[in-house]
């Protein structure tokens, strides 16, 4: 083979594992990555910011891991190549977010050459000390001749159950020098596995000697594929359970719209411990099932038998003893248990069970619904409630595909849309600022299917504040991109948090620091960075604006006003 350099041999390794999109912000150190890519027939994608390059390399991985559940040729990685010590720390709120949501990412970063760093030279760091605790695994390449070799190691880690970020750093005295190395073969990516037999056969004798079971959702399950989420069907089905979804559940794990489904657990410990008050609890592939702060009493009542299953090793009885605990792929081991309880579990308890989630079902949704009722019912305010604005988009886009970071919005939609497994994702990192990069990821994704679906971003309006220049990334590209703003014009989630910690009303705070006032004009905004921008005052407005935009190429941006 002809000598080539680091830089070549790299980018012909991701061109090789079937790398299409990098997304980046290039600086120095990374050109010889840069023009690398510029001969290859990978696409540089570049962002505005290094924060939004992450972002979109997450919302793009999350996006590819759905297509690669049921196309073995997509390779369901995002790339993201940001820019020495600076940069990298500009990205690393959104590489916390794909380490929470296991998105699966190789991000770079390049560096000085090896030999000048003693001279401290601007923009010098430790790039391995910033990501190492947000990275399965975090490393630098410090000979050409190890290129090959990290490459293809990176990308399997990231890949490999449990997904997440991985970190490489490539000096630029690595990237230049020259090899006549060749990319190794990436070999098939190994599963998380069937599970211990004895395991499993513990949790499947719990399960059918329970009371009133509860199968708990989490967000490992969707990533484990259709199956896995068709494999929970068949256990709730199979044990009688009521079915809820994790505490920040972010994808879609059980059909909302199962006679079993009751409802999302939501972040608040009254309610939760209310949800969670049963005599076995199945926790199926959570990661996130605790509250935003601290809770006075346990979640889950000490005398509860508690059944753990997982890929994620770390997530087997983290925060509650695990009366049984497997570890394998959350896809095959609720099946295996779900086969097992079918055929141990008496028909008339079975139905006894069901009778019991159904009178549930109906208490929970009635609270909702007069939750509802009372956001709904907020006199002469012309502006739409969360409710008004989730059942609008119901309607003009029942089946896009949907990336939410409305925050306080978010459980509107999680109740009153019937969403579908692969349908939706979500910021499960908490952090603002991932939600519209991420949507443009996904874009990106789904451009590169035979029939893409409609992209709904659902991006509350202080999240779309974080990084808006997101925008010009899906200008520049073209892509088809609507994007709804549930717009309150303030951090309404510190408002909540702040009477959930100190008590009283509204009117005994000033709010510093917690409303915009005056109102940024986000449509105006929008169109500076060549999307479309429409300001929707009222509920019925909200439906034909959507539809429109949905039909037109392009990024649009509604900025729906809201009340709160």
Sequence with gaps: MTDCTGADLFVDALAEYGVTHVFGNPGTTELPVVHAIADSEIEYVLGLHEDIAVGMAGGYAQTRRYHAHHDDEVLPLGVANLHATPGLAHGLGNLYAAKVAGAPL????????????????????????????????????????AVPTMVRRAVRTALTPPTGPVFLGLPLDTMLAETDAAPERLGPIPTAGGGDAAAIERAADLLVESDAPVLVVGDHVARAGADAVAAAVDLAEA???????EILSCEVDFPMDHDQWVSPIPPDEDLARTLLDADTVVFAGCSTNTTLTRHERALVSDDTTCIHLSDAVREIGKNQPADAAVIGDPGVVLGEIAARVRDRLDESVREERLEAVASVKEMVGAQMAAMDQGEEDDGDDPRASKAELVDALQKAAPEAFVVDEGVTAKYAMLTRWPLQPE????????GLGYGLPASVGAAFAESQRDEPRDVLGFVGDGSYLYYPHSLYTAARHDLDCTVVIPDNRNYRILKDNTLDLFGGNEDDYDWPGMEFEPPVDIPTNAESHGARGELVESPDEIAPAVEAALERDGPDVLDVLVHD
């Design 106 to 145: 190789l991000v770079t970063a390049g560096n000085h050459s090896t030999d000048f760093r003693h001279e401290e030279p601007i923009l010098s760091g430790d790039l391995l000390r910033l990501t190492r605790q947000f990275c399965k695994d975090s490393q630098e390449v410090l000979d050409v001749s």
């Design 239 to 245: 044990a009688g359970t009521r079915v809820h979804g």
């Design 423 to 430: 349908q939706y994702i979500s910021n499960k990192g908490g």
